[in-house]
C-alpha cells in the first residue's frame, strides 16, 4: 500500500520532465549586465541611506550635548550639606561659553543662568516694581543702554543704590517661594551664602545715614556674573539635624 502511494506522481511523467528541464534551464542563465546594475545601484541607495542617517543621529547627539549646560557634581562647602551631591548646569565663566550653554541674562540675578533655571514671574515682579532706575554705560549716567537686552553682553553697567536695595529684596522672596513651592531648579545666586550674607548685610548698611543724599541718585555698578542652576530632585546627601 505504502509503495503503492509513494509511486503516484504529484504530475504526470511529461509535466514534470518538462517542469524539471525549465528549471534547470533558468538556474544556468547567465547574469545580464543590466541585473547586475540594478544591484551595485541598490547596494549604493543603501549605503547613502545609511551614511546618511547615521551622520543625522551623530548631529542631533552632538547639538544636545553641546548645547546644553555642563553638568557636574555641585556642593558649596562644608556645613552646605542639602546641596551636596546635587547636580549642577553650568554657564561656565565667559559671555561665550554662557551662549554655547543655553543661557540668558536674568537681570534680577545679574548673572547669566541656564535658561530652564530662568524664573520670569520674579523678572516681571522686579520690573514692575516701581522703581525709576535705568542701565546707564557710565557711572555718570550720560547715556543709557539701548536695551535691556542690552545689559548681559556689556559686562558691567551703572544704576543706582535704590536698585541694589530692590534686587536684595526681590532675591528674598524668590528664595523664599522657591523653596515653598519645591521647585526643582534653583540658580546658584539665590542659593549661595555669600551672595545671601551680602545682601543681608547691604540692607542694614542702607539704614545708616547717607549725608542727605537720595539713594535713587547715587550710582552704583553692576558687574555681570556667570551663573549656574541646582538640580533639586538630585539631593543625595544627608541634611543637618537641627542641634
Known sequence: ???????????????SRSSTSTLRLDTRK????????????????????????S???????????????????FNLGAGQTIFKGMRYLSCGGSLDEALENDCVYDMLANHYVPRICQDDASIKEYKTEG?????????NWTE?????DAMGPSGVYWTNQRDHIVHCAMLWRKQWRALTENRRFMDFTT??????MHCSQFLMDMTEPNGGADWRETP???EVGYSGCV???TFTGERNPLA
Open 191 to 196: 542659593v549661595d551664602r555669600g551672595h545671601m
Open 1 to 15: 500500500m505504502a509503495d503503492k502511494m509513494e509511486s503516484v506522481p504529484f504530475m504526470d511523467d511529461t509535466e
Open 131 to 139: 522703581t525709576t532706575w535705568q542701565p546707564y554705560i557710565d557711572m
Open 220 to 222: 552704583i555698578s553692576v
Open 30 to 53: 547567465p547574469i545580464r549586465w543590466q541585473d547586475s546594475q540594478i544591484r551595485v545601484s541598490s547596494l549604493i541607495s543603501h549605503v547613502v541611506v545609511v551614511i546618511f542617517t
Open 144 to 148: 543709557r543702554l539701548p536695551s535691556d
Open 55 to 73: 551622520l543625522v543621529w551623530g548631529g542631533v547627539l552632538i547639538y544636545h550635548q553641546h548645547g546644553r549646560p555642563p553638568v557636574r557634581p
Open 231 to 233: 538640580d533639586m530632585s
